[in-house]
């Protein structure tokens, strides 16, 4: 059985589309492409190079299209992005030039990568995909780099449709430019109780 595990950089209002530049992803008229560049620094940077270690990856079609003309020729960023296996969720697509990359169509696609065995997968961006895995109880943990941003509109990471689920803090770790860098694992059903007795 493979982890699920969902990486994503978020503003306070829950907002993830477009971090890296202006022109990832302007869909929607998204105007703030590029967020997360003010608070970069050596300790973000040091996370960075743990999160990006070999692991396979699950893309949704659009961020697969951002990726599959940048990231080919920016390997000295993240060496092993050509090697690994990227599947591409998509219902319109089923070939690419970028090696290592297979489409699937369904969840039930999803399910089977899930319990073969192999290396971790690894889930940036692609909020779609986010949301059908969080759809369907598949998410095992996430990485969230929480920027002190709010961003007013946009594509969320979270959607009104996932399973409720608990996860516990399993570490995090405050950059001097105030991201915070939480790493949450799965830990069984939702509890409540009332507070004060």
């Keep these: ?3 699920f595990i969902v990486l994503s950089f978020i503003s306070l209002d829950g907002v993830m589309q477009g971090p890296g530049s202006p022109e990832e992803d302007p869909s929607g008229a998204f105007k703030h492409g590029g967020w997360v560049a003010p608070y970069d620094d050596e300790v973000n940077n040091k996370m960075m190079e743990r999160l990006l270690k070999p692991a396979d990856l699950l893309l ?3 961020t697969f ?3 599959e003309d940048y990231w080919p020729k920016h390997t000295e960023y993240w060496p092993t992005i050509n090697q690994v296996t990227k599947y591409v969720l998509s219902t319109t697509r089923d070939k690419t030039g970028w ?3 297979t489409f699937i169509k369904t969840v039930s ?3 089977k990568i899930k319990s073969s065995e192999g290396l971790d997968i690894h889930i940036w961006g692609s909020s779609e995909v986010v949301q059908l895995l ?8 996430f990485w969230l780099m929480i920027h002190p941003v709010i961003l007013g509109h946009g594509k969320r990471l979270f959607d009104d449709k996932a399973i409720p689920a608990a996860f516990a803090l399993a570490e995090s770790v405050v950059t001097p430019t105030g991201v915070i860098i939480a790493n949450y694992q799965r830990a069984g059903e939702v509890k409540t109780g009332s507070i004060g007795t």
Excluded: A, T
């Excluded at 969080?134 to 943990?141: F, K, N, S």
């Design 1 to 3: 059985m493979r982890k």
């Design 60 to 62: 949704g079609r659009k």
């Design 65 to 67: 299209e951002i990726w």
């Design 99 to 101: 090696e290592n990359s």
């Design 109 to 111: 696609d999803i399910e």
């Design 134 to 141: 969080l759809e369907h109880e598949l998410v095992d943990e």
